[in-house]
């Protein structure tokens, strides 16, 4: 009985250690089995699954260009923390902000995670969002926008249209121009193809009402324009009314401009943020200071407590 048993202990053992080397070898033979890659690569590879054609997959083209060639092209199979460190390091000699630099990585971090989850890197560096200073928002005065639009509108009159749905509705330049005419009804709108991937309908106001324009046929109110076209429009105009070397006088400042004016106008920050789409109230915080106002009951309450 004995025998017996010995033997069959014995042949577990030899079937335990076959098993144990049979998984070594095989992740040895899957790290091996990796191929290396440079970041334009993995680009190359995975940039049209994760980011949709427009500005902002251009914005990052050029950021992935960027970052590769501070790496001098160099192909690796894991992506280690000195080297990420190296990047962040180049970036800042080159005078990029913290804010800069976070978008930066933030591309880098979204293409490196694909990669690794499809088996094309087998390690990554830990990403740390680095502090970003609360900066002034810039946005139209009344008068601004009403010299601008109308600049705009001697040159394009789609334009002009797009301009003043633009600060009526606080959308995005690409939500805009991504809308058909099922999104819209007669008094609201409903964006679909946002950054966040969450669809929102807002009410329109008069403006916005008659910016919408259905006699100009296609498939939506503004198929007609690209956004190239668009800020080609818009660059001519501030050139013309003397806000050319104003670089924060972009289509962008439109949205800056509607959350202002519903910050200022005493709209809660909760709202904002539904409106404007944001994914965090943090993101709509940066225009809370803007609620001057909201303090004033605090000096009635301490008045009567110090009377």
Same mark, same amino acid.
């Given at each position: 009985m004995r025998g017996l048993q010995q033997i069959g202990s014995d042949a577990a053992d030899a079937f335990g250690r076959a098993d144990l080397n049979y998984r070594i070898n095989y992740d040895l033979t899957?790290?091996?089995?990796? *191929? $290396?890659?440079?970041?334009? &690569? =993995?680009?190359a590879k995975y940039g049209d699954i994760l980011w949709e054609s427009g500005r902002h997959k251009y914005n990052v083209t050029s950021f992935v260009g960027e970052i590769d060639e501070i790496l001098l092209g160099r192909k690796f199979s894991a992506f280690a923390q000195e080297t990420l +460190? #190296?990047?962040? #390091? *180049? =970036? %800042? $000699?080159? #005078? @990029?902000? @913290?804010?800069?630099? @976070?978008r930066k990585m933030a591309a880098l971090s979204k293409l490196l995670r694909k990669a690794h989850k499809m088996g094309d890197v087998h390690s990554l560096p830990e990403f740390r969002r680095q502090k970003e200073r609360a900066g002034r928002i810039r946005f139209l005065e009344p008068y601004e926008e009403q010299i601008l639009f109308s600049a705009i509108g001697k040159r394009c009159a789609d334009s002009q249209r797009l301009a003043l749905f633009l600060v009526d509705t606080g959308c995005r330049l690409g939500e805009a121009l991504g809308l058909i005419w099922n999104d819209v009804s007669a008094d609201r709108v409903s964006f679909w193809l946002t950054k966040s991937g969450r669809s929102r309908t807002i009410p329109l106001t008069m403006r916005a009402k008659g910016a919408i324009d259905r006699t100009v046929g296609g498939k939506g109110p503004f198929k007609? =324009?690209?956004?190239v076209e668009f800020r080609g429009v818009w660059n001519e105009a501030k050139q013309e009314v003397g806000l050319g070397q104003d670089l924060q006088v972009v289509p962008h400042i439109l949205r800056h401009t509607c959350a202002s004016r519903l910050v200022q106008?005493?709209? +809660?920050? %909760? %709202?904002v943020q539904m409106w404007l789409g944001h994914q965090t109230l943090q993101m709509t915080m940066r225009y809370a200071h803007l609620a *001057?106002? &909201? =303090? &004033?009951?605090?000096v009635g309450v301490l008045e009567r407590a110090c009377g």
């Open positions: 899957h790290i091996r089995s990796v *191929t $290396e890659h440079s970041v334009r &690569d =993995l680009f +460190d #190296g990047i962040l #390091g *180049t =970036l %800042r $000699e080159r #005078g @990029n902000s @913290n804010a800069t630099i @976070n007609m =324009l690209s956004g106008g005493g709209v +809660d920050i %909760r %709202r *001057t106002n &909201d =303090l &004033d009951p605090c």
